[in-house]
């Protein structure tokens, strides 16, 4: 068997660790005689693995207990639906901030429900600049702030947390658990599961427990957050075995060292394929350096013909998934906690030796 370097945007990869603990317990868990994914929701093993999961996630990022933390379904997307129904009230008005392709598909949702604002936008400059905090227009009185702490598919990445009035709202899909997080300054965190957490089929929502219960009448009762918070999420049955692995990641992140380990880490994987981009007079970044994202890193080289070789050759060193978003082309290295910093130094040689050959 071999495992490959993985630099898949989502569904990411999981950490070795990880994925041999639940290899090992696949037929008896603990003695029990059978799979986590065989269990009851409602049985003691399992409750107390959701318990386990939520705490070990309170403890790394350090929530306290203002917060309710829900597992939901229907990732990030359905959380661009949540948010509003949930949050926007019957004459409100949303403020939306736009870096990129997450967040216009965020604003394009939330008009659906109400009214948005889109208080400070960079698609004049495609992207590559996060607006800066006295530029946006924002509402007086607004229900709430969203933005996007990291774009996924251009690599933009917010170096500061948007200090504002109304609660504020955060699509941290795929920076959530990257470096350490102050979680008192938002109103409500959503992050899909499968970039930085665990598998997919899972969202965690972090929300600030006073706005709970301001859902109108006609919001599904499983799109409630307040019946989902009063029934830690288990209105109905929840994606057992998502949760489950999303725990034993969050294990792995306790061992380590938490985040303060991880952001020093992927400080030093990022910087230095960034570093190296940057010098090799071929492959590009067109992100302005304060904003360059450390967990997604797309890049281009000098000559996109050769984007089909680049890919075909990697694949055979063993390097997986390097492809760009569809929607923009080019190469994009996604380097998320479970993504080693070998996986990154063997991307940087091969890189090296394909400008060598090719350039
Ligand atoms: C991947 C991603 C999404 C969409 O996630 P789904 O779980 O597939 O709905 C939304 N926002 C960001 C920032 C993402 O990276």
Redesign the pocket.
């Known amino acids: 068997m071999t495992r490959r370097y993985n630099f898949c945007a ?1 569904p990411a990869a999981l950490p070795d660790e990880v994925l041999k603990q639940a290899a090992s317990e696949m037929l008896d868990y603990n003695g029990r005689g059978l799979s986590v994914m065989e269990m009851s929701h409602r049985s003691k093993e399992y409750v107390a693995i959701a318990e386990t999961a939520e705490q070990d996630l309170r403890d790394l990022l350090d929530i306290s207990d203002d917060y309710a933390v829900l597992f939901l379904q229907g ?4 959380q661009f639906a949540m948010v509003p129904m949930n949050l926007m009230g019957e004459n409100g008005v949303a403020d939306y901030v736009n870096t990129g392709e ?1 967040s216009s598909r965020g604003i394009k949702e939330a008009r659906r429900y109400g009214r948005v604002n889109v208080a400070a936008s960079t698609e004049d400059v495609r992207f590559t600049t996060v607006p800066a905090q006295d530029s946006w227009q924002l509402t007086p009185g607004a229900s709430y702030v969203h933005y ?1 702490p ?3 598919i251009g690599g933009l990445e917010y170096d500061f947390i948007p200090q504002v009035d109304a609660p504020l709202v955060a ?1 941290y ?2 920076s959530i658990l990257s470096r350490p997080l102050d979680v008192s300054r938002f109103g409500l965190i959503y992050a ?1 599961a ?2 930085n957490i665990g598998p997919a089929g899972i ?1 965690v929502v972090i929300v600030r427990k006073d706005l709970l219960g301001r859902a109108g009448p006609h919001v599904p009762t499983m799109l409630d957050y307040k019946v989902q918070a009063d029934n830690g999420s288990m209105y109905n049955t929840p994606p057992t075995y998502a949760w489950y692995l999303s725990g034993l990641v969050f294990k792995w992140l306790k061992q380590q060292g938490g985040m303060p380990a991880m952001e020093a880490l992927n400080l030093r994987k990022a910087g230095k394929l960034y570093d190296y981009i940057d010098g090799s007079g071929f492959y590009s970044n067109p992100v302005e350096k304060r904003y360059r994202s450390i967990m997604n890193v797309p890049f281009v080289l000098a000559d996109a013909a050769l984007d089909k070789t680049f890919l075909a050759e990697a694949d055979q060193a063993g390097l997986l998934n390097l492809a760009g978003h569809r929607s923009v082309g080019g190469m994009r290295a996604s380097i998320y906690n479970a993504v080693p910093e070998a996986a990154v130094d063997a991307l940087i040689a091969f890189m090296k030796d394909f400008v060598q050959r090719h350039g």
């Open positions: 989502g990732g990030a997307s359905q997450w996007t990291n774009e996924t699509d899909s795929s899909g499968q970039k969202c």
